[in-house]
């Protein structure tokens, strides 16, 4: 069974770049059968979709994000990560990672999810 | 459009059962999935490919889609029940989309 933890800074300042990484195990990311996706949560609001990165790098971002929003994918570390540039406060949510089983059907192992404050 | 809307709130009775809809022109072409999320804890999927439960989902729990419009369904309400709902699709271009999300109140 798949397990994924976020990790990363707890608190951005305005204008700069928000990084979380997301650490895969019982899998590898390599994996064929997922890609690999960012979700996020303002505190008391809906979920929103960011983005997924396949293994072989090829990537998949919100429209409405897109412009500032970078996904990598570690296979040695076993690791993806997500940047998001230019945070204001409207960046401020709980980020998930999560498995999204191909082709691109469904959310089907979450992270605990990680809370990114943006505040000078 | 891809969006997709629910109703913000309802309540059932417990022992009751109770639908959940979703609705999006994208739901004509490709299935819901349906995710249930409690205060404070991390979204669970229910449902997926719009009638599938994933393995320890009770069978309480079902999907089913009409046209545009996606409904999850649960029968026999339990108090456990009583959480955040939210479906989710894909669009065209591949992109995916959550409903704005449904309050389940077990009265």
């Known amino acids: 069974q798949l397990q994924l933890q976020e990790s990363g800074p707890g608190l951005v300042k305005p204008s700069e770049t928000l990084s979380l990484t997301c650490t895969v195990s019982?899998?590898?990311?390599?994996?064929?059968?997922?890609?690999w996706a960012w979700i996020r949560q303002p505190p008391g609001k809906g979920l929103e979709w960011i983005g997924r990165i396949y293994y072989s790098g090829n990537t998949y971002y919100n429209p409405s994000l897109k412009s500032r929003v970078t996904m990598s994918a570690d296979t040695s570390k076993n690791q993806f990560s997500l940047k998001l540039s230019s945070v204001t406060a409207a960046d401020t949510a709980l980020y998930y990672c999560?498995?999204?089983?191909?082709?691109?059907?469904?959310?089907?192992?979450w992270g605990q999810g990680t809370l990114v404050s943006v505040s000078s | 459009s891809s969006e997709l809307t629910q109703d913000p709130a309802v309540s059932v009775a417990l022992g009751q059962t109770v639908r959940i809809t979703c609705q999006g022109d994208s739901l004509r072409d490709y299935y819901a999935n349906w995710y249930q999320q409690k205060p404070g804890q991390t979204p669970v999927l229910v449902i997926y490919r719009e009638n599938n439960r994933p393995s320890g989902i009770p069978d309480r729990f079902s999907g089913s889609r009409s046209v545009n419009t996606a409904s999850l369904t649960i029968t026999a309400t339990q108090a456990e029940d009583e959480a955040d709902y939210y479906c989710?699709?894909?669009?065209?271009?591949?992109?995916?989309?959550f409903g704005s999300g449904t309050k389940v109140t077990v009265l």
């Open positions: 989710d699709s894909r669009d065209n271009s591949g992109y995916r989309h």
């Open positions: 019982g899998d590898s990311i390599r994996s064929t059968i997922y890609y």
């Open positions: 999560a498995s999204e089983a191909v082709p691109g059907t469904y959310f089907d192992y």
